[in-house]
C-alpha cells in the first residue's frame, strides 16, 4: 500500500474473531449448489389446495421469511466490518446473504402463488429476531443465528419437506436446508476455531443465551399462528383426526429439533448437562 492512504475502521480485525477452517469448501460449494427461483422450482405444478391447507402453507412462508430476513441481516451488517485481509470469510458471508435474499423471494412467492398471500408477523416471533439482529458481537451472533437458530431451522425445513402438500412446497424446502446445511457449517466451524483458543468463551456464549431467553420471557411459546398452521400443515387438514396427527407430527418436531441442538453444543465441547440447559433456553420462535 502507498503510504499516506486514508485510515479505515475495520473493527473485525483478528483472525479468531472471524475464522473458520473451512471457508474454501464452503464457498466452493456454495458456488457450485446455487439454484434460482425461475429456473428450478416447478410453480406450474402447484395444485389447488384446500383453503384451511393453503392458508397453513402461508402462514408458515410469512414465518419463514421474516426468520430469512434476520438471517439475511445479521451476516450483511457484520460483513462492512471484516478487514479485507480475511476476503474468504467475506466472500462465504456474502453468498450467504445472497442465498437468504433468495429464501425471502421464494418464500414470499410461494404464499403469493397460491393466491392467499401472506399471514401474520406475530409480536413473539418480531421480540426474538430483535434480539438477535441486534446482538453487536460477531462470534456471539454466528452462535445464536447458525448453531442455535439455523441448526434449528434444518429439522424444520426437513419436517416441512417430508409434510408438504405440494411437489413446489417440497422443493423449496429441500433447496434451502442444503443451503442453511452450509450456513450451520460455517457457525459451528467458526465457533470450533474460537473455542479451540478460547475455551472460556463457552461461558458467555451461555449467557447469551440465557440472557436472550430472559429478555424473551414474556413469550410463553412458539407463536399460535405458526403452531397452528404447523399442525393443520402436518395433519392435512382441520378434521379431528387430522389435527391428532398434525399435533403429534408437531411434538416429534420439538423433540427433534431439542436433540439436535443438544447435539451440536456438545459437538462445541460443552457438557451434557449444560447443552440440556441452553437447549432448553433457546427461543420458542426457533431462530
Ligand atoms: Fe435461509
Ligand atoms: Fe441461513
Not at 470450533?192 to 458467555?204: I, T
Not at 387438514?237 to 391428532?244: E, F, N, V
Request: hydrophobic share 40%; net charge negative; proline share 5%.
Amino acid at each position: 500500500m502507498e503510504l499516506g492512504g486514508p485510515e479505515f475502521s475495520f473493527p473485525l480485525r483478528k483472525k479468531r474473531e472471524i475464522w473458520c477452517e473451512e471457508l474454501e469448501t464452503l464457498y466452493s460449494k456454495a458456488v457450485s449448489n446455487q439454484w434460482s427461483a425461475a429456473r428450478d422450482i416447478p410453480w406450474n405444478k402447484l395444485p389447488k389446495l384446500p383453503k384451511e391447507v393453503e392458508g397453513a402453507v402461508c402462514q408458515v412462508m410469512t414465518f419463514l421469511t421474516e426468520n430469512e430476513f434476520a438471517a439475511l441481516y445479521v451476516p450483511a451488517r457484520f460483513l462492512a466490518r471484516i478487514h479485507p485481509h480475511y476476503r474468504e470469510v467475506t466472500a462465504v458471508l456474502a453468498m450467504q446473504v445472497v442465498d437468504e435474499a433468495r429464501h425471502v423471494e421464494v418464500f414470499t412467492r410461494r404464499a403469493e402463488e397460491g393466491g392467499l398471500g401472506l399471514g401474520t408477523t406475530a409480536n413473539s416471533s418480531q421480540l426474538s429476531l430483535q434480539t438477535l439482529i441486534e446482538e453487536p458481537d460477531f462470534s456471539t451472533a454466528f452462535f445464536l443465528l447458525s448453531v442455535m437458530g439455523e441448526g434449528t431451522f434444518l429439522s424444520l425445513l426437513k419436517f416441512l419437506e417430508d409434510h408438504a402438500p405440494d411437489p413446489v412446497t417440497a422443493a423449496l424446502m429441500r433447496l434451502a436446508h442444503r443451503d442453511e446445511g452450509r450456513h450451520v457449517a460455517f457457525g459451528t466451524g467458526h465457533l470450533r476455531y474460537l473455542l479451540a483458543a478460547e475455551p472460556e468463551r463457552r461461558a458467555s456464549l451461555a449467557a447469551a443465551v440465557e440472557r436472550r431467553s430472559q429478555m424473551l420471557a414474556a413469550v410463553s411459546g412458539l407463536s399460535p399462528y405458526v403452531h397452528d398452521a404447523l399442525v393443520v400443515y402436518s395433519g392435512g387438514g382441520l378434521s379431528p383426526a387430522q389435527i391428532r396427527k398434525g399435533a403429534a407430527c408437531v411434538s416429534g418436531l420439538h423433540r427433534e429439533m431439542d436433540r439436535s441442538r443438544r447435539e451440536r453444543l456438545q459437538a462445541l465441547g460443552f457438557g451434557a448437562q449444560d447443552a440440556e440447559s441452553l437447549s432448553a433456553y433457546h427461543t420458542k420462535n426457533f431462530m
